[in-house]
């Protein structure tokens, strides 16, 4: 029975990785070195402080922003977080996380945008997105590792990828579920284009835009092990030496910090989003 021939799209990707990292390489270090500042930076921030005087600090805005459970729970969870020694490596993933959750969902909105408003535009980053969700994670981390090397700077590449769709799927959902009979008063009133995606179309689409937000958030410390297993460091690298090592505590430890981790940013960006929603019905 023939043979079907052989696509062999690996090697054009090589190639391609190839091509590129020879001649953008120029590109690739001013990408990396932005990062490594801003995550660096940002870091050095959250150390600054003593553990407890941010933690008492987080615990007051936690208080402000959702009250006094969230505030206790927020306060315990941090301490205890220090108690098991990982206080620096927390800060260092709540850091890339941030920072990638950030770079995320600044390109994410725009794009959602011009794919509620254009259906080419739909059309075109439909198959990338699925595309982008459905690779295997440990994937990202083989180009990222050519072009940036071992470090954070690769963590933070591949984590922004891997969790950059809900950012776009959730903004072109909300606003294409805006009323149309809504769009169509603004423009009868003489609203301009501008002046109807910025005030009513983003306004009425904020929750499902804030729903986006906290996906990409979640999805970031999903990738926060995978990251350690190319130098991130934080606590994904906690956890990857806990596999190495077997040590079941330590992998405990760590992962019980990226839980909590993921409670407090999972609430903050909830109470943010049911604010944002109230000024919003009140304006």
Not at 25 to 42: A, C, N, R, Y
Not at 179 to 206: C, M, N, S, W
Not at 252 to 259: P, S
Request: hydrophobic share 55%; charged share 15%; glycine share 8%.
């Amino acid at each position: 029975m023939p043979e079907l021939y052989r696509i062999p799209l690996g090697e054009w990707v090589d190639r391609l990785v190839d091509w590129l990292t020879a001649n953008l390489t120029g590109f690739f270090e001013v990408i990396s070195d932005v990062l490594s500042w801003s995550v660096g930076h940002l870091e050095d921030l959250l150390l600054f402080p003593p553990a407890l005087v941010l933690t008492a600090l987080l615990a007051l805005f936690a208080w402000w922003i959702r009250g006094r459970g969230f505030a206790l729970f927020t306060f315990l969870a941090f301490a205890l977080i220090e108690s098991m020694n990982l206080w620096e490596r927390s800060m260092s993933t709540l850091s890339l996380v941030l920072v990638a959750s950030f770079i995320a969902v600044a390109i994410g909105l725009p794009v959602g945008i011009a794919a509620a408003r254009n259906e080419t535009v739909s059309t075109a980053v439909r198959p990338v997105l699925d595309f982008m969700q459905t690779m295997p994670a440990f994937v990202y981390l083989i180009p990222a590792i050519f072009f940036f090397g071992i470090g954070q700077v690769p963590g933070v590449v591949s984590t922004l990828v891997f969790s950059m769709p809900p950012a776009v799927r959730l903004t072109e959902l909300g606003i294409r579920q805006v009323d149309e009979e809504v769009v169509e008063a603004g423009e009868a009133f003489g609203a301009t284009p501008r002046q109807i995606l910025t005030k009513v179309q983003i306004p009425l689409a904020l929750p499902t835009i804030m729903a986006g937000v906290n996906q990409v958030i979640m999805l970031a410390l999903s990738m926060v092990v995978i990251a350690g297993i190319v130098g991130a460091g934080g606590l994904g690298g906690a956890v990857f030496i806990a596999i190495t090592r077997l040590n079941v505590g330590l992998g405990f430890e760590g992962g019980l910090a990226v839980v909590i981790l993921a409670i407090f940013l999972d609430r903050v960006t909830s109470a943010l989003s049911d604010r944002a929603t109230i000024h919003e019905q009140t304006e």
